[in-house]
């Protein structure tokens, strides 16, 4: 194990953790490294992998075995140093062996980044700005015609000209230069105009028209198109009108709610769920809004040592490594992913470390409070974390538990806590 380690700050966060291994750790580490290449000699009156370990060091020398040894026992010495130190290193160390003399303790100098100390200011009772949660009876409305337009039927416009909101079906045939390109035809196509599901000014020039007319739709590929092949180039599409299919919007009635949601018999029944359901959202997007504003005035309130570089590295590729598994689970892999978006890893990273800085201070904030409130946490907040964690990500408590150990726990938990601490007590004005 480490002993007598030493911790010297030497510039910003940067300092030198000095340690020594003591002989009965490097005696067993020494033992793991004979016993790991004595597999692999071919000593002469000695089948393989049987040489004894004083022949060995006859021929060889100890010393031969130090550097195997080190790499075994490091990793816990240093582990071990650490905690005795008292520091929380960030990114990983630069190892220096000061000496690994016969017969004595080695000394060893790692070269690491700490976390920065946090200065608290004031972070309860903070002014934040007043959320409205109020549901206007006009709010109601609004949602009920989202979902009567959701509910609309088409119908075909036997006469009259194609208007905004209308869906067509075409025929087209695209060219660049008087050439077809891939991709840029299709028969019986169903395009709901508006939806922008086109190049810009394409469905705008489908506008007025009557079924059976023929239209040269001219257009011009944006700069940034995923097909670097088209960007920028002026397109011809010769275009068939075969149909023109109006909404038809359901009346709003007691069979209309019945058949938007089966648990309500009423219209009347909707609409309260209606208003329960935004009043909900409301105040969830309120007690969003006042905890961001009032973690942000925490933090404005505290003072930071310097951020090292290394913990904002590691943020970014916290966030692109949870980003890319969400991207997996949802059955997409890395590779798909950048081929599908255009993108590379470098530029997730560049788009998460626009807020590394302010993340990082978040977190170095919430662990200074649990460490100056002492905030614990209890085994039945413990269970209780662990099923609602089972029940986010659809799995058994068993799975959760066995992939979460205690400290973790604890620390989502009292991190939590901190944020509360800070939100329950901030006064909206």
Not at 11 to 36: H, P, V, W, Y
Not at 86 to 104: A, C, L
């Amino acid at each position: 194990m480490a002993a007598k380690a030493k911790w010297n700050k030497k510039k910003d966060q940067d300092g030198e953790l000095s340690f020594e291994i003591d002989q009965d750790t490097i005696k067993k580490g020494l033992n793991t490294a004979f016993q790991r290449v004595r597999k692999t000699l071919n000593v002469p009156g000695f089948r393989k992998g049987k040489v004894p370990r004083v022949v060995f060091d006859q021929m060889y020398g100890e010393a031969a075995l130090y550097q195997d040894a080190l790499n075994d026992v490091l990793p816990e010495a240093y582990s071990n140093a650490v905690k005795e130190a008292d520091i929380k290193p960030v990114g990983q160390p630069q190892i220096s062996v000061e000496s690994m003399e016969e017969d004595q303790p080695w000394a060893i100098k790692a070269t690491v980044a700490v976390e920065p100390e946090v200065q608290l200011g004031q972070f309860q009772k903070l002014e934040v700005k007043k959320q409205d949660t109020s549901v206007s009876d006009q709010d109601v409305e609004d949602e009920l015609q989202k979902l009567q337009k959701q509910q609309a039927e088409l119908v075909l416009k036997e006469e009259g000209k194609s208007e905004k909101g209308d869906t067509v079906v075409i025929d087209y045939q695209g060219t660049i230069d008087g050439k077809e390109f891939d991709g840029g035809s299709a028969e019986n196509y169903s395009l709901e105009l508006g939806s922008n599901a086109f190049i810009p000014g394409f469905e705008d020039q489908l506008i007025g028209h009557q079924s059976g007319d023929d239209v040269d739709v001219k257009v011009t590929f944006p700069e940034n198109y995923q097909s670097k092949e088209l960007a920028g180039k002026e397109a011809h599409f010769q275009t068939k009108i075969h149909e023109i299919k109006a909404k038809e919007l359901p009346k709003l009635d007691d069979d209309f709610a019945k058949d938007v949601d089966e648990d309500v018999d009423t219209l009347d029944e909707l609409k309260t769920k209606i208003r329960q359901r935004l009043e909900d959202q409301r105040k969830q997007k309120a007690e969003d809004a006042v905890e961001e504003e009032a973690v942000n005035k925490a933090i404005e309130n505290a003072t930071f040592e310097k951020i090292p570089q290394a913990m904002i590295d590691q943020d970014v590729q916290n966030q692109v490594d949870q980003f890319l598994g969400t991207m997996q689970r949802q059955g997409i892999n890395p590779q798909m992913y950048y081929q599908m978006t255009g993108t590379t890893e470098e530029d997730i990273k560049k788009r998460f470390a626009k807020d590394s800085e302010k993340r990082v201070k978040t977190n170095l904030l919430l662990e200074a409070i649990v460490k100056q409130e002492d905030i614990k946490v209890t085994k039945e907040e413990r269970d209780q974390e662990v099923k609602d964690l089972a029940s986010e990500y659809g799995m058994e408590e068993k799975a959760v538990r066995g992939a979460l150990n205690d400290e973790m726990l604890d620390h989502d938990i009292a991190i939590k806590k901190a944020v509360e601490m800070i939100t329950d007590s901030a006064v909206q004005k």
